[in-house]
Nanobody, 124 residues
Framework: VPLVESGGGSVQAGGSLRLSCAAS????????MAWFRQAPGKEREWVSH???????YYADSVKGRFTISRDDAKNTLYLEMNTLKADDTALYYC???????????????????WGQGTQVTVSS
């Protein structure tokens, strides 16, 4: 399994969680990595991505609250989530685009590998 997420859970609004995504089977350091999320009854939406040189981008809904990072030595992607809101409740997925290093995409179809997802539930 190329990507395995962990770190989800249930927290109260205003709380924090840190998601991790362990990668294997491809050259992690060369690729765009992203976090997506999907709430019940909604489409999967892009949350954030980071390219091979560490440039990051965020959806407006999480900007200033979430931080994406990567540890290429550990082949691991992270998402630090602070000041969580009820609207952040979703299944969170990490994804890898093995064809792109710099200009990461925000559409799910661009990504080649996906994790199984980790649930984040925020109670108000």
């Amino acid at each position: 399994v190329p990507l395995v997420e962990s770190g989800g859970g249930s927290v109260q609004a205003g709380g924090s969680l840190r998601l991790s995504c362990a990668a294997s089977g491809f050259t992690f350091r060369r690729n765009c990595m992203a976090w997506f999320r999907q709430a019940p009854g909604k489409e999967r939406e892009w949350v954030s991505h980071i390219n091979s040189v560490g440039t990051t981008y965020y959806a407006d809904s999480v900007k200033g609250r979430f931080t994406i990072s990567r540890d290429d030595a550990k082949n691991t992607l992270y998402l630090e989530m602070n000041t969580l809101k009820a609207d952040d409740t979703a299944l969170y997925y990490c994804a890898a685009d093995v064809h792109v290093s710099y200009r990461c995409m925000v559409v799910p179809g661009a990504y080649d590998y996906w994790g199984q997802g980790t649930q984040v539930t925020v109670s108000s």
